[in-house]
């Protein structure tokens, strides 16, 4: 059954289909954060116009921290993959990377979610970005780029709002006017 995550903003609502199915890792680590509320109270630190929208970082409750995009899940926690594995997070929170398999070719696509990283092995966590233009430059499978981000879902309803954030007034990328995830669930 596909799983579909609600983002409720300040700015407004919108929702993602996951695939959960095809990358069950980080959807499970998704699914784990949004439903334990880690989410909530979080603002979106990184907004670019014909680019993306990054969130997920826990130093970004506060709109204005300079350790925001730094951030990430606890270190050494567990959680559930939807494949019904438990998987541990590293210890400085980063999950293991799912790329390399044909199931997993997902392109960076506008609407798609797709996990942030260092562009180090297993430094994805809590931060995914979600696109609003063509980047795939950033696909595992480009080698154009040293870029590796799996896209993990994609936006199916309100994704207007989406490209409404990505456009509005920013200093240094960062929203002028904070934008706030008020709570990401997972159904």
């Known amino acids: 059954m596909t799983k579909i995550a ?17 990358m069950p890792i980080t959807v499970g680590n998704f699914i784990d954060l949004a439903n334990t509320g880690f989410y909530d109270g979080v603002h979106f630190h990184r907004v670019i116009p014909d680019f993306m929208n990054q969130f997920g970082c826990p130093h970004a409750k506060d709109p204005k921290s300079r350790r925001s995009g730094t951030g990430g899940p606890q270190p050494n926690t567990q ?24 199931h997993q070719r997902i392109t960076n696509a506008p609407g798609t979610l797709s996990m942030a990283n260092t562009g180090q092995p297993q430094s994805g966590g809590s931060q995914f970005f979600i696109n609003v233009a063509d980047n795939s430059n950033l696909d595992w499978f480009d080698r154009s780029s040293p870029s590796a981000h799996p896209v993990f879902g994609k936006v199916v309803d309100g994704y207007d709002l989406v490209q409404k954030i990505s456009r509005v007034r920013t200093v240094n990328d960062n929203p002028t006017v904070p934008i706030q995830m008020i709570s990401i669930r997972v159904q």
């Open 79 to 102: 959680f559930q993959g939807s494949d019904g594995r438990v998987y541990k997070r590293t210890h400085d929170g980063g999950i293991p990377d799912e790329i390399g398999q044909p």
């Open 6 to 22: 609600t983002f409720n903003t300040s700015m407004g609502s919108f929702r993602a289909e996951l695939y959960d199915d095809k």
